[in-house]
């Protein structure tokens, strides 16, 4: 049982570069999040998903794309890296109004 | 839009003393609420949630929280603290959207 499966763990980026994250989740859930993680501001929602083809935006949405083709994976897409990008980024999974499983987080450093 | 506060950046409790970590929300409706908890360079775990009934619910490693509506408050507690239990605590609330995290709690027991 994988639950939600992040790659990769670790990535460092040069200022500019692009990348996706990818995020898969074999339970079947309508509901897909990513957020970023920074110190002394908890996790921080970027983008979300109901169910698939359906996205929209969290709190800080700018400088990242996301799609949801199908219901079990949803990737993050870095469009041009910034140094302010540096974080932990999560993905999380869940059916409506249960709790989220996370995945095991990728941290990204962009110099 | 539905938040969350967890006003106490840091807890320090001496092992074999009871904790508690604070957590009090604002959301339209009734609420569904969670705590996780986060281990150094992991992801975050799920502990326990309040949908409805009790207002105690009990939870994983001994944990509890006490829903409060009057209050607002969801505060996490454990009778009895363990040096294991020294990790990042978040609180979170579900809303339409996604669940929305507090800042954390960083809880400290001393042996």
Redesign the interface.
Same mark, same amino acid.
Request: net charge positive; no cysteine.
């Given at each position: 049982n994988a639950g939600v499966t992040q790659t990769p763990k670790f990535q460092v980026l040069k200022t500019g570069q692009s990348m996706t994250l990818q995020c898969a989740q074999d339970m079947n859930h309508e @509901?897909m999040?990513w @957020?970023r993680q920074d110190p002394?501001?908890?996790? %921080?929602?970027i983008h @979300?998903s109901?169910g698939a083809g359906i996205t929209?935006q969290?709190e800080v949405p700018n400088g990242y794309n996301v799609s949801r083709s199908t219901t079990e994976d949803f990737p993050l897409r870095l469009l041009s890296a910034a140094p302010s990008q540096t974080s932990v980024y999560?993905c999380?999974s %869940?059916a409506r109004?249960?709790?989220?499983?996370?995945?095991?987080?990728t941290r990204l450093t962009v110099v | 839009a539905q938040s969350v506060a967890?006003p106490e950046?840091q807890v320090n409790v001496a092992e074999g003393n009871p904790l508690t970590v604070k957590c009090t929300y604002s959301v339209s409706g009734n609420p &569904?609420l969670?705590w &996780?908890v986060q281990y150094p360079n992991? +992801?975050?775990?799920?502990l326990l949630?309040y949908?409805t009934g009790d207002n105690l619910v009990k939870g994983s490693y001994g944990f509890e929280a006490e829903f409060n509506k009057s209050q607002t408050s969801f505060h996490l507690k454990k009778p009895s603290a363990l040096v294991s239990d020294s990790a990042l605590y978040?609180c979170?609330v $579900?809303g339409r959207?996604?669940?929305?995290?507090? $800042? +954390?709690t960083r809880l400290q027991v001393q042996p």
């Open positions: @509901y999040s @957020y002394g501001m908890g996790l %921080r929602l @979300y109901v929209d969290g999560f999380a %869940r109004n249960t709790e989220a499983f996370f995945g095991q987080g | 967890q950046d &569904y969670f &996780y992991r +992801g975050l775990q799920f949630k949908i978040f979170a $579900s959207r996604a669940l929305t995290f507090g $800042s +954390g």
